[in-house]
């Protein structure tokens, strides 16, 4: 016993170096799950920010991209407004060497499917009576 | 002092052999002692420090947060898109783009002569004329405006120092000069100022939007950081009444009508007869929506609706309207009218020298006898004469949905002068604008139901929520029976022995009026030398009217007469609007009109 008890003294002198090795070897999982966390944890933020940040880099070009789609898109609105508008269609029709008609004629189809024509048909003359002033006139005449 | 210490252990044995040694040693070498001082010490720093942190973060804390948010946080305006104009087809004939300026900071300029040659190409000006505005004094100054963002890219592209671009938005004006005087036009500052750009100008505006975002290093948005965003609203799109086409056919219809030796001015519109809206509107020469300074600012109005003229012997029909509805005559009551009479203290003539004919009324009306229409004012009376002529809607504005709209002048019957109770029954001495004297006209061809004209059809919200312009009150003018008989007789005017067999169009029955009335000079305020204004009012088809025109040629130097001049254009409108919209002619037989007793 005396040698026995001799043992937890000299143990309790050599207690700190002891226990902590022994409780390290016993926490070793422990440690090595917090650091693993942690180590994921740290990975995943960076990969997330990274992502993030990727992602507005794409977010900011696609807008760029819509931007000049839509300018695009207004651009040629505009084009087919322009060429839509009355002056812009008289004029590319005096370039085709149309003219414009006179008065109609009209086919009137009664319910009983016999059909009438109503009006004067009138071939186009050459010299319209106002057709053929280019889009400004009004303002030549000022 | 500390080599002392250290080496103190060994020598304890000796202690007593160096007192005054162990004296300065002790002194010197007292731990506890030093560790307090130590321990004050760095307490004293850590309170510093921590007194400094907690005056940094806790007290002046939100200021310095609120200081790197500033430079972080950007504030993006997001203007908001002006809404369009619309034809009654949906056609834009005014909408907005998005435009960009150039602006340029004289400061940061270093190389005025190399930036004003890189962007002079660009910008499609001289380099010499960019030289003053890169060298003006000041931090700040437009290059170019309402630029196509392209232009503005490739003008960045140069990354010139001191050159910027902004955002804004350009009007557009896709048919240019049709339909301009109704549309108006817009400032600047995206304001409109003539038109219903003015008129409609708080429907048309929306309502500008912002966006906060925090900035990283590169200008990018950091993403999960504050951000807020409120979206621009659009204005509100106005849908008008006009008909595009039809517009265009009328502003060069009255272009041509303007080549007419000595005429100074035509104006023209078309109504439609069931609704009273306007389908065309314009007086000559009109203007160029997208550039409105390149004309004197009087031509900028709408002469339509803000001009009056006197109509002349168009005025007569409301004469005969009141003379029929009172029972007077009927159209084949017949007077015996000479070539002149006096009245007050003036003499009132035919324009063509005759003997007394037996006219019926009829013939009064499709001759245009100023005599007989002055004879059957006399059995009206001044008073009634004035009741209808305010019933056809004349000295009171029709309230279009237009700015500067005249009332026309109509004096009170009470002070009319002697010669003005004999000219007004003929169209001298009263004064309406071209729109009143359509609308005039819309009531006899409406079946005597007058629908003040309209122009806006309807606002359509951002959201496309139709709001539909509330109807005007349709009135009664005259019944119905006197709108017949009337229709009956101005259909007279347009055949064998009337005043306007220029008006008639192959296959259709036309019935309208004439005028050619004497204009002031506004040099003697007298009709001396004064010139002409020959004038048309007409609907067609007579017997089933679809669409009234209005025409007013003014020749301070010229005198063609309407059945000359004004008719002409009447019928290049009339045939447009009737062939375009499909209105076949309705094909019932024109009626056989006795003018005077001579006829069968």
Redesign the interface.
Known sequence: MAGRSAEPVRASVRHPAAMSGQAAARRAPFVAVVLLIIGCGLVALLVLNTA??A???AE?SLSQQIEQL??RE??LR?EV??A????AL?QAAAEQGMIP??????L?IAPDGTTQV???A?PASRQP???A?P?????G?? | MSATGLSSPPHRTGRSARPRRRTRRLRLSDPHRRVHVGLAVVLAILTIISGRLVQLQGLDGMKYAAAAEELRLTTLDLPAARGQILDRDGNPLAYSVEARAIFADPAMITAPGRTALALAPLLDVNADALMPLLTKEGRFVYLDRGLNPSVAQAIMALELPGIGELVEQRREYPAQWTAAQVIGFVGRDDTGLAGIEDQFNDVLTGTPGQLVYEQGRFGLPIPAATHSLQAAVPGSDVQLTLDQDLQFTLEKAIAVANDNPGVSTVQAVVLDVATGQVLAMAGSPGYDASDPGSVSGDQLGNPVVSHVIEPGSVNKMVTIAGALEEGLITPDTVMNVPDHLAVSDIVISDAWGHDPIDFTATGIIGKSSNVGTVMLAQRLGDARLEEYLRRFGLGTATGIELPAESDGILVPHTEWSGSQAGTIPFGQGISMTVLQMASMYQAVANDGVLVPPRIVDRVIGPDGTVRDQPAPEPRRAIESDTAADLRYMLESVTNEGGTAPLARIDGYRVAGKTGTAQRPNPECRCYAGGGYWATFAGFAPADDPRYVIAISIEQPDGSGHGGTIAAPVFTSIMSFALGDNGVAPTGTPTPEFRLTTDDA
């Not at chain 1, 889009?135 to 303002?139: F, M, Q, V």
């Open positions: 993030i940040a992602d507005s880099f900011r839509q300018l207004q651009q505009q407004s322009a839509h508008a009355p002056a008289a008609s006179g008065t109609s004629a009209f009137v109503v009006g004067k009138k009576p106002a057709g002033n889009p400004a006139a009004p303002g005449n000022g």
